[in-house]
């Protein structure tokens, strides 16, 4: 129980030495009542991992333009030159004049191949970026299918146990009215409080289920699902409705 509580203060952001918040109860969550069997693909871009792997990818292209830029010279125009002070050679004669743009231009000639190696290596830098973004990506969109395909079937074995729950209690009823009736034994009752007591086991797990699919969902896209995503996307794909009634609370 201390674990728990101490995992609970993580995961809402508290230190560990403040007190946790209280402890909700399974009836007290709420869950959307409907939620798409699609979704677009643009909401798994706010997923942390995509835009890492965006900025990195971004990054990577950067430093391709970079290492071509320094392939090229970098030149100073001017209209300034120096003469030649070498013996023998007239320095008002164009053997005698040095522009100043003369060592500038040598010195990319001399690295071009170190040059060309650093441009490839940003290209294969920049290749395997693209991979893993690429692999980021298609892994974000199989997380979600995952968690959306968990939650239709959710929503399906929760409506099954909320039936199977309502007959049970219903059961119960009858076999308690038969027994003040003498119409049914002792044993009877029992069975039938055994046999409730189990279908309501099972739509509480059921209903847990739906719970820790739905926040695998929320993990999945990064973030959570927003009501305006869910109003678009249910405006363009077809809906999961996930709501149903506990046979005695009357709750989702």
Known sequence: AEEQRTLI????????????????TLDALRLPDTLPVQLPSELVRQRPDILSAEAALQAANAQIGIAAANMLPRLTLTASYGTAQTAGI??????????????GLTQPLFQG???????????AARDAAAARYRGTVLGAFKNV?????????????LRAQNEAAHVAAQSLEIARQQQRLGAATTLEVLTAQQANARSRIALIQA??????DTVA????????????????????APTLRLGTSHPDSGRP
């Open 113 to 123: 191949g170190r040059l060309a190696r650093q441009r490839d290596a940003a290209i």
């Open 145 to 157: 299918a995952d968690a959306l395909r968990a939650i239709e079937l959710d929503a399906e074995a």
């Open 217 to 236: 969902l929320y993990t999945a896209l990064g973030g959570g699902l927003s009501s305006l995503d869910v109003v678009q996307a249910n405006a363009s």
């Open 207 to 212: 209903r847990a289920a739906r719970f820790s």
């Open 90 to 103: 007239d320095a008002f004669t164009p053997q005698g004049l040095i522009w100043s743009i003369a060592a």
């Open 9 to 24: 203060a993580v995961f809402t952001g508290r230190t560990t030495d403040r007190p946790a918040p209280p402890t909700p």
